[in-house]
């Protein structure tokens, strides 16, 4: 009895000592989650990250929690026994996930802009576990029918469209889907996300393994000073002392060709660039972009469309494939026309020259650069020394803010930032109030993605009471330490055009995060950002910014007039190349039989040859292998957005010009009709209301020079 008694006591000893243990784990779980910083609203102004505090370590805790708590979230909503209403459905859902999409916002801008081997891990990790949460929500029958049993006659403004938003992605992801086609789309989404991530981490592989190493600086001739210490410094990075190391970007043509005399140089950079993501190794894309390209046309057929294109435009400006073709195909044919006269110009300066030789994709950018020399007396080392970066933003873009909208900037050198190279600012409105946090980062990095772009830290949203915190993402070249950061031209244009998505993220005036600001069709949010890359030419926003870094002269206005004549040169190869690259992606996602698909190389090929875009001399863009955009950025069917956008930009710009230019009162009714309504509103009308009649192709024929 006793013996048993004490077997009893030791036993409830143990317990108790096991439970107490196992408190203490669940206390220092609770307390790791407490201190975790994505876990908790930021408290600097408007949430802004911080990032002083935020350390690899805290995504993996912070995804863990976010998604139980979301999970539960969903599952409360899902199954609530009250009768769905907007609030207790559509708004419960609209609010939910907090945490979650806090620390995923972070990571995702991070993963972009700043990686390393730790995130890159964590991102391939979790890319499939996101996927799955999200066909969780989007494919649970009881969430829809909940959405679906909403009077949407009760409602009105944004809380019906936001009803009717909902409505709309639950039957895009498939919701009206059987059982057994559900979990079918739930395997194609979870090894989309995982391809997509892991095309994205070989592609910054082969974009490193892609630099280009020169012993000699005989083979640089025509770079500047500065230009051939950078290049050294990185070549010593690279543990090649004594070299020279030239970087690529995530285009085809790189930024260094139209100042580098040697051909067989440019020959080299040009083909190393070319075929980066083509060469057998770690680095190779195209056994991964294929597979995506055939998963995508069974999730497209899973929902009962005939290729993953037509799935894809049903909530877009351009509804279908066809429409979006049409437009490109209006403007390929004059665009293809004036490349080749373009190109016959650069071969007769080839042969006056006696090159001996014709023309090929590495040679156009260096011998356009003196046809621009020898038609406008237009020399790009001529102008560069106008546009210091910090003086171009701040004299410049952010000029012409104050100008067209009256917002004015605030240096914030008290915040932290993700990375030494970023730059932090305060907004503020017309009236003088706060109303946001913006930050810049902009040298290329061996762990950053190619191109540019703008993201939220932090979304607009009435509701909710948040300002927006906006990033802008660049990859210029950074200067050696102690040397001015001077751009070229086409460098100002990009600064100009993300600064454009800025204002749309700036003037969003929405009530829910979801319609808030850039959250809009993909063929309708570069329209923003393009126009305002007119604000780079104006004359009185060019005389500002435009200041010679060592005399501090203002650029000559007979400089300025070369620019403007300029304006139009080598149009024809620059659309020419977008659209090949907006082509090519409706072609690989365009197919109805996966019979149909081809390797990479050969279908890319095949493809540009179909519509006319196979021009030797004028390349695609983004070669398929290292199409980032729609294999691993979001883009997929939607890289024609940007010519339907420009399409728009150049009939608003129409208006404007016809009525008074770029001035404060047409700022406002831009930012009245286009900048403020984020997707609240009808946007082909919101666009009608702006200048009176729906888009034309005729403006982009006659602005572009054709």
Not at 51 to 66: C, M, N, Q, S, V
Not at 483 to 492: A, E, G, N, Y
Not at 615 to 642: C, K, L, M, Q
Request: no cysteine; aromatic share 12%.
């Amino acid at each position: 009895m006793k013996i048993g008694y004490k077997i009893i006591a030791t036993g409830a000893l143990l317990l108790l000592a096991l439970t107490a243990q196992s408190q203490s784990v669940v206390d220092q779980k609770t307390k790791s989650i407490m201190k975790n910083p994505l876990l908790q609203k930021s408290i600097l102004q408007y949430q802004a990250p911080q990032f002083d505090l935020i350390k690899d370590e805290h995504f993996k805790p912070a995804f863990e929690y976010g998604l139980k708590v979301h999970d539960k979230e969903i599952e409360a909503i899902a199954n609530n026994n009250l009768k769905p209403t907007f609030e207790n459905t559509v708004l419960a859902l609209e609010i939910s996930g907090v945490d979650l999409y806090r620390a995923v916002g972070i990571f995702s801008n991070l993963t972009g802009s700043n990686t390393n081997p730790t995130l890159q891990a964590i991102d391939e990790e979790y890319a499939s576990i996101f996927s799955a949460h999200n066909d969780k929500i989007y494919l649970n029958s009881k969430l829809y029918q909940r959405i679906k049993a909403i009077d949407l006659n009760s409602l009105k403004g944004e809380d019906k469209k936001l009803t009717e938003y909902y409505l709309q992605q639950f039957e895009l992801a498939g919701a009206n889907l059987s059982a057994s086609n559900k979990e079918k789309m739930k395997k194609i989404n979870s090894e989309l996300a995982t391809l997509g991530t892991s095309f994205g981490n070989k592609l910054l592989i082969a974009r490193k393994n892609g630099a280009v190493l020169f012993d000699n600086e005989s083979d640089l001739d025509g770079l500047s000073a500065d230009e051939l210490a950078a290049s050294k410094v990185r070549a010593k990075e690279a543990g090649h002392e004594g070299k020279y190391l030239i970087g690529l970007l995530n285009t085809t043509q790189q930024p260094l060709l139209p100042s580098l005399k040697n051909r067989a140089t440019r020959e080299k950079i040009y083909k190393s660039s070319w075929t980066r993501a083509e060469k057998n190794d770690d680095g190779d894309t195209r056994e991964i972009l294929l597979k995506m390209a055939k998963l995508r046309l069974q999730k497209a057929k899973l929902m009962g469309k005939k290729s993953y294109a037509e799935w894809r435009l049903q909530d877009q400006m351009a509804k279908t494939p066809a429409n979006a073709m049409n437009l490109l195909a209006q403007i390929a044919k004059p665009a293809v026309a004036k490349a080749k006269v373009e190109a016959k110009e650069i071969q007769d300066l080839i042969d006056s020259q006696n090159g001996g030789f014709k023309l090929q994709p590495w040679d156009w950018n260096f011998y356009s650069e003196q046809v621009r020399k020898a038609k406008y007396d237009l020399d790009e080392s001529q102008i560069k020394p106008y546009f210091e970066l910090t003086t171009v933003l701040e004299k410049g873009v952010f000029f012409a803010a104050k100008q067209m909208f009256g917002i004015t900037f605030k240096e914030r050198k008290d915040l932290p930032v993700y990375n030494p190279d970023v730059v932090a600012y305060e907004v503020f409105d017309n009236d003088g109030n706060s109303m946001a946090i913006y930050y810049l980062d902009f040298y290329t990095r061996d762990n950053k993605n190619g191109g540019a772009w703008m993201n939220n830290f932090v979304n607009q949203s009435h509701y909710l009471g948040q300002k927006p915190v906006i990033v802008n993402v660049y990859n210029f070249t950074k200067p050696a330490d102690g040397k001015p950061s001077l751009i070229s031209f086409d460098d100002v244009t990009t600064m100009f055009h993300e600064f454009g998505h800025t204002l749309h993220g700036l003037f969003a005036n929405q009530q829910y995060v979801t319609l808030s600001g850039t959250s809009v069709p993909r063929d309708y949010v570069e329209f923003p950002s393009q126009i305002n890359e007119h604000a780079a030419l104006d004359p009185t926003v060019l005389q500002n910014y435009a200041i010679h870094y060592q005399t501090k002269e203002p650029i000559p206005q007979e400089l300025i007039a070369k620019i403007k004549k300029a304006d139009t040169f080598n149009k024809g190869y620059d659309v020419t190349e977008l659209l090949a690259a907006a082509t090519l992606d409706m072609a690989w996602h365009s197919v109805e039989k996966e019979s149909d698909f081809k390797p990479a190389l050969e279908f890319e090929k095949e493809a540009l040859a179909k519509y006319g875009l196979l021009v030797n001399e004028v390349p695609t863009r983004y070669h398929s292998p290292y199409f980032a955009h729609i294999f691993s950025g979001g883009y997929s069917s939607g890289y024609y957005a940007y010519t339907w956008s420009k399409t728009l930009d150049y009939n608003a710009y129409d208006w404007m010009q016809a009525n008074g230019g770029m001035t404060r009162e047409n700022g406002e009714r831009f930012r009245k009709f286009i900048l403020s309504v984020g997707n609240s509103v009808d946007l082909n009308q919101a666009f009608k209301d702006f200048i009176g009649h729906e888009m034309k192709v005729e403006p982009y024929i006659k602005n572009a020079g054709f």
